[in-house]
């Protein structure tokens, strides 16, 4: 079936980054896009930034513009996101989660995010 | 950006109500809009697709409709299993926005 498999939780001091990876089983790795989703403790859902795995190719939200990268290895079907600067604010499940893809017009596809990985909790603190 | 509302928030309700969910966008977003579930401790799991298109092994219960800037989510007789988080989301245009969140709790 089609699975994303996130790393394990990871604790950092501000300043600090940090990396997680997602490795994708199930389907053909380099035809989907993966995003990053992340969840701050009883907050609601943000956006991080997607990844073409083909080309690897890159769209951020303004917000992380300079703090993210997002990367891939496709020979282990495997993607990263790693975040820099690390603050106390960035405290939060990070999830993948990949765009699957509907009908499509001239300009833009329908799309949703399935599945997702079972998120990896990253903690800042001194 | 995107911006989108949710409303009630949050709900309360009993085992067999009617549940509806409204989102609405900041702009006009056709009828590129999902919503997901999320339970406690859990990923998020896309429940419909394109405003009404049902993903596939959710219960028939729930259903989608909409378009242009505003959307229902709605649940025909809640069951137990239902009480969860349920969030709107557009993908109409990068960054994809979500809503703040709509939690069902137990009346």
């Known amino acids: 079936q089609v699975q994303l498999v996130q790393s394990g939780a990871e604790v950092k001091k501000p300043g600090a980054s940090v990396k997680v990876s997602c490795k994708a089983s199930?389907?053909?790795?380099?035809?989907?896009?993966i995003n990053w989703v992340r969840q701050a403790t009883g907050q609601g859902l943000e956006w991080m930034g997607r990844m073409n795995p083909n080309s690897g190719n890159t769209d951020y939200a303004q917000k992380f513009q300079g703090r993210v990268t997002m990367t891939r290895n496709t020979s282990i079907r495997t993607a990263y996101m790693e975040l820099s600067s690390l603050r106390s604010d960035d405290t939060a499940v990070y999830y993948c989660?990949?765009?699957?893809?509907?009908?499509?017009?001239?300009?833009?596809?329908?799309?949703?995010?399935?599945?997702w990985g079972q998120g990896t909790l990253v903690t800042v603190s001194s | 950006d995107i911006q989108m509302t949710q409303s009630p928030s949050p709900l309360s309700a009993s085992v067999r109500d009617r549940v509806t969910i409204i989102c609405r966008a900041s702009?006009?977003?056709?009828?590129?809009l999902n919503w997901y579930q999320q339970k406690p401790g859990k990923a998020p799991n896309v429940l419909i697709y394109?405003?009404?298109t049902l993903q596939s092994g959710v219960p028939s219960r729930f259903s989608g409709s909409g378009s242009g800037t505003d959307f229902t989510l709605t649940i025909s007789s809640l069951q137990p299993e239902d009480f969860a988080t349920y969030y709107c989301?557009?993908?109409?245009?990068?960054?994809?926005?979500f809503g703040p969140g709509t939690q069902v709790g137990i009346k």
């Open positions: 199930g389907y053909t790795f380099t035809s989907y896009d």
């Open positions: 989660a990949r765009l699957d893809i509907g009908d499509c017009s001239s300009t833009r596809c329908l799309n949703w995010f399935d599945p």
């Open positions: 394109a405003a009404s």
């Open positions: 702009q006009n977003i056709s009828r590129y």
């Open positions: 989301q557009q993908s109409y245009i990068t960054p994809f926005t």
